[in-house]
């Protein structure tokens, strides 16, 4: 059985149904909105995320340059000589120093998830008179797909025919355009030491990034260093995935502990993309809170209205012993229907309009619109919703709770 404060706020609300039917719809609107914009800024980051990861790994083992020092004579004051030489990069050699026990120390660690030793070599492609210049990525294939998802990015071949082809490579699909290459046909790669080296292409692949697509390559781990004239444990780098990327800053730090070599998680690597992230984060937060707090407003204007109409109608409530409490809950229960009823159409339209653009079709390396349904934002734009509802009822009620009636019956 409703009680009596539950029948006040139902009577005002029915006998004003185009004022309540329009704040309703002003709190729909915002929620789905602020849903939709949440969707998209987790969509738009996965997908931007996904296609980072697939060329650079969460955390990156190298070995620092060393530069060399100036030479300088500290004459204190006396007569000399001072010897200055220009600071350069020292000519030393970057591989790490046992690589298998340095792999195996990095797989054992509890966070990481993949670790592949690398060695990048500074190439040319070379077919008939064409010729590109480019970057040869040597890897053990498997390994590498494990940490960059390579075969999702395959359009021609298969990544296990690598393993079998000892001189096998597969290159980006603008190499292949540029230089008039099909599957099967060899190409001459020679290396910035001048190693040269027939070639037999076994995939092309498309990733993100056209600029990529037309330099960069896959080979065996072996081929790589024979390309750069160095021995089977030549390492230049250890790439390293773990199980929550976001943590690659703090976990850089106990990498370089374990390892003794400098660390760079792909954040220090990306710096401008992580910018852009948070902008955009930023940007479709304040647009989503702005349309809530508009939509909170239309309630607040509302519900202040009424109590500004209605004085005597609460003059007499009081008169009749309802207290300054019972007031508040008329006039929140009020916000509260028409918050829930917003919230529930808002939560419809938003699902509504996150299927709909999902299933559009963007084309390029994107394909379909980067959003899909996340419970999560869905869950946490209701109670923003309603929080924001109780708060715009609540301020114009508990002016109609300081409503003296004897004052107003003297007017």
Same mark, same amino acid.
């Given at each position: 059985?409703?009680?009596?404060?539950?029948?006040?706020?139902?009577?005002?609300?029915?006998?004003?149904?185009?004022?309540?039917?329009?704040?309703?719809?002003?709190?729909?609107?915002?929620?789905?909105?602020?849903? &939709?914009?949440?969707?998209?800024?987790?969509?738009?980051?996965?997908?931007?995320?996904?296609?980072?990861?697939?060329?650079?790994?969460?955390?990156?083992?190298?070995?620092?340059?060393?530069?060399?020092?100036?030479?300088?004579?500290?004459?204190?004051?006396?007569?000399?000589?001072?010897?200055?030489?220009?600071?350069?990069?020292?000519?030393?050699?970057?591989?790490?120093?046992?690589?298998?026990?340095?792999?195996?120390?990095?797989?054992?660690?509890?966070?990481?998830?993949?670790?592949?030793?690398?060695?990048?070599?500074?190439?040319?492609?070379?077919?008939?008179?064409?010729?590109?210049?480019?970057?040869?990525?040597?890897?053990?294939?498997?390994?590498?797909?494990?940490?960059?998802?390579?075969?999702?990015?395959?359009?021609?071949?298969?990544?296990?025919?690598?393993?079998?082809?000892?001189?096998?490579?597969?290159?980006?699909?603008?190499?292949?355009?540029?230089?008039?290459?099909?599957?099967?046909?060899?190409?001459?790669?020679?290396?910035?030491?001048?190693?040269?080296?027939?070639?037999?292409?076994?995939?092309?692949?498309?990733?993100?990034?056209?600029?990529?697509?037309?330099?960069?390559?896959?080979?065996?781990?072996?081929?790589?260093?024979?390309?750069?004239?160095?021995?089977?444990?030549?390492?230049?780098?250890?790439?390293?995935?773990?199980?929550?990327?976001?943590?690659?800053?703090?976990?850089?730090?106990?990498?370089?502990?374990?390892?003794?070599?400098?660390?760079?998680?792909?954040?220090?690597?990306?710096?401008?993309?992580?910018?852009?992230?948070?902008?955009?984060?930023?940007?479709?937060?304040?647009?989503?809170?702005?349309?809530?707090?508009?939509?909170?407003?239309?309630?607040?204007?509302?519900?202040?209205?009424?109590?500004?109409?209605?004085?005597?109608?609460?003059?007499?409530?009081?008169?009749?012993?309802?207290?300054?409490?019972?007031?508040?809950?008329?006039?929140?229960?009020?916000?509260?229907?028409?918050?829930?009823?917003?919230? &529930?159409?808002?939560?419809?339209?938003?699902?509504?309009?996150?299927?709909?653009?999902?299933?559009?079709?963007?084309?390029?390396?994107?394909?379909?619109?980067?959003?899909?349904?996340?419970?999560?934002?869905?869950?946490?734009?209701?109670?923003?919703?309603?929080?924001?509802?109780?708060?715009?009822?609540?301020?114009?009620?508990?002016?109609?709770?300081?409503?003296?009636?004897?004052?107003?019956?003297?007017?």
């Amino acid at each position: 059985m409703r009680s009596v404060n539950t029948e006040i706020a139902l009577t005002h609300i029915l006998t004003r149904k185009r004022q309540t039917i329009v704040a309703s719809l002003g709190v729909s609107i915002g929620i789905a909105i602020y849903i &939709c914009l949440n969707t998209l800024i987790i969509g738009t980051n996965r997908y931007s995320d996904n296609a980072i990861f697939k060329t650079t790994p969460h955390i990156r083992v190298y070995k620092e340059d060393d530069i060399s020092k100036p030479l300088s004579k500290d004459t204190s004051g006396k007569k000399g000589t001072i010897v200055i030489v220009n600071p350069k990069i020292a000519n030393i050699s970057k591989n790490l120093i046992n690589p298998g026990k340095l792999l195996h120390d990095i797989k054992n660690q509890p966070e990481v998830t993949a670790a592949a030793p690398m060695v990048t070599a500074n190439i040319f492609y070379n077919n008939g008179k064409s010729q590109l210049t480019g970057v040869g990525w040597g890897i053990n294939i498997i390994e590498g797909d494990a940490m960059f998802d390579i075969q999702s990015t395959m359009v021609v071949g298969d990544l296990r025919t690598l393993l079998n082809t000892p001189n096998g490579i597969i290159i980006g699909v603008g190499i292949a355009d540029k230089l008039n290459i099909k599957l099967n046909d060899n190409i001459s790669v020679i290396s910035s030491v001048g190693v040269i080296k027939l070639m037999k292409v076994v995939g092309f692949f498309k990733s993100s990034n056209a600029v990529t697509d037309k330099s960069k390559s896959y080979m065996n781990l072996a081929t790589a260093q024979q390309l750069l004239q160095e021995g089977p444990n030549y390492v230049t780098d250890i790439y390293v995935k773990i199980k929550d990327p976001e943590a690659a800053a703090q976990y850089a730090t106990v990498l370089s502990k374990l390892t003794g070599y400098t660390t760079e998680d792909w954040k220090a690597a990306n710096e401008l993309f992580v910018a852009g992230k948070k902008i955009r984060a930023v940007m479709f937060l304040f647009i989503s809170w702005a349309i809530l707090l508009v939509a909170a407003f239309g309630i607040y204007n509302i519900l202040n209205m009424t109590v500004s109409q209605k004085l005597n109608d609460i003059a007499i409530l009081k008169a009749n012993g309802f207290s300054g409490k019972d007031v508040v809950k008329i006039f929140v229960m009020e916000a509260m229907v028409m918050g829930i009823i917003g919230t &529930c159409i808002g939560f419809l339209l938003s699902t509504i309009i996150v299927t709909l653009l999902s299933r559009i079709y963007i084309g390029a390396d994107i394909g379909y619109f980067p959003i899909q349904f996340e419970f999560s934002v869905s869950m946490t734009g209701v109670g923003v919703g309603l929080l924001v509802t109780f708060f715009a009822g609540y301020i114009p009620a508990h002016k109609a709770s300081k409503v003296d009636p004897v004052a107003i019956f003297r007017k």
